[in-house]
């Protein structure tokens, strides 16, 4: 990969990620306290009223989010906050998240002592054991949760990747592969579709390409989808529509970057150009929100970047949001919250951003390093959840 690509890939990923140095942690909100003022003989002197929880077995809808950060001292620990209430519950320590479960009852973590995977439920108790297997560097879960696809690699290490990464997946239980899926060091990563029954990679074709390719876990039915000739584009992400009908990947060269879409029944591919593009997911059926430097913006502040949403149907990108308006100018890991809302932190702020209106407002904040977070399905109620 030419020196002038490895330097864009470097500095798209710190600013557009919004990392802007000397941003300090801001110190969450202390819920009220009860008034202690009175002291009335023979009673006992009153306490503090308890600080208000998360209550998530009352019968009404809750938006909720799994937060993983470092906290003092380097602590992993995985907090679920109610982005309405601002409520915030911490409810596992020395752990990695992955991922909700599809129902919204549980959670996905990787042990950081055992390294086991194990399923969690939303009060932290755990229900049970995935897999034994060992963390693997680049590793994602298929929804179904009886596959796991992870990158064997070699050679000199990148920013953000190493000279030679292959997929290679193999069953949560040990029992089915490990099966190699590429073998000329070109992929970036691996993706699901939602049925869990493909997997998309990109990998090198014999001229030093990048093409994209889908197969089932094992590696059968395996099918190229793209003919690209150049060899100085890099295709860096890659994630399936809802439906399982498109793919969407971002492919970069030293001084722009393309969404494409591609249909996997015809494979003809539509691609909208921007500076830099940072997360990206399929809103609805028709809809991609993107994290974006604009086209004709050069790559030189994080107040530079903006969320877009692109309109499949009518190839239409709309600006929603800059993160020049933030008081921190910076947009960090957003993602989805429902139909209507997406989320995203700024500094230590969690933001709401309404989609229809443009509005955002701050939902809460959280004292410690941010790495990831992800929103329960929408219909997560915890008074449906097995006992």
């Known amino acids: 990969m030419p020196k002038p690509q490895l330097c864009f890939i470097a500095l798209l990923v710190i600013l557009v990620a919004g990392c802007i140095t000397g941003n300090k942690p801001i110190p969450a909100s202390i819920p009220p306290r009860g008034d202690h003022s009175s002291e009335v003989s023979p009673l006992p002197l009153p306490t503090e009223s308890p600080a208000p929880t998360l209550n998530l077995m009352e019968d009404e809808e809750h938006r909720i989010v799994a937060v993983s950060l470092v906290l003092e001292e380097e602590t992993l620990a995985l907090n679920m906050v ?29 042990r950081a ?43 000199y290490q990148d920013y953000d990747h190493y ?93 722009s970057s393309y969404l494409g879409i591609i249909n996997l029944e015809n494979q003809e591919i539509t691609f909208y150009g921007f500076t830099a593009i940072g997360r990206f997911w399929w809103h609805s059926e028709t809809t991609i929100i993107a994290q974006v430097i604009p086209q004709g913006v050069p790559i030189q502040h994080s107040a530079d970047v ?60 959280l004292d410690g390093e941010i790495l990831a977070w992800s929103a329960a399905p929408p219909h997560m109620q915890e008074h449906n959840c097995p006992p």
């Not at 929804?143 to 070699?154: F, H, M, Q, R």
Request: hydrophobic share 35%.
């Open 82 to 110: 109610d982005v309405d209430t601002g409520l915030s519950e911490e409810l596992i320590r020395d752990a990695h998240y992955l991922t909700w479960t599809a129902d919204g009852c549980g959670i996905l973590i990787r």
């Open 306 to 365: 903006a969320i877009v949403r692109i309109d499949t149907l009518t190839g239409r990108i709309h600006e929603i949001l800059m993160a020049a308006l933030l008081p921190q100018r910076n947009i960090w890991l957003p993602g989805p919250i429902d139909a209507e809302t997406i989320g995203f932190f700024s500094s230590n702020n969690f933001y709401l951003l309404d989609l229809s209106t443009q509005q955002y407002s701050i939902a809460f904040n």
């Open 163 to 255: 000279e030679i990464q292959n997929v290679n997946v193999i069953s949560v239980d040990g029992l089915s592969g490990p099966y190699t899926l590429t073998q000329n060091g070109g992929a970036r990563q691996a993706a699901w579709s939602p049925d869990s029954q493909w997997i998309a990679y990109s990998d090198y074709d014999m001229d030093a390409v990048q093409q994209l390719f889908i197969s089932h876990a094992d590696g059968s039915n395996k099918r190229q989808l793209s003919a690209f000739t150049d060899s100085n584009l890099s295709i860096i992400s890659y994630q399936w529509s809802p439906n399982g009908q498109a793919i969407t990947f971002v492919q970069s060269s030293s001084n």
């Open 113 to 155: 002592d055992s390294g086991n995977l194990e399923e969690i439920d939303t009060r932290g108790n755990v229900l049970r054991e995935v897999s034994s297997l060992p963390r693997q560097y680049g590793e994602t879960i298929s929804p179904d949760l009886n596959w796991i696809a992870y990158l064997s690699v070699g050679g």
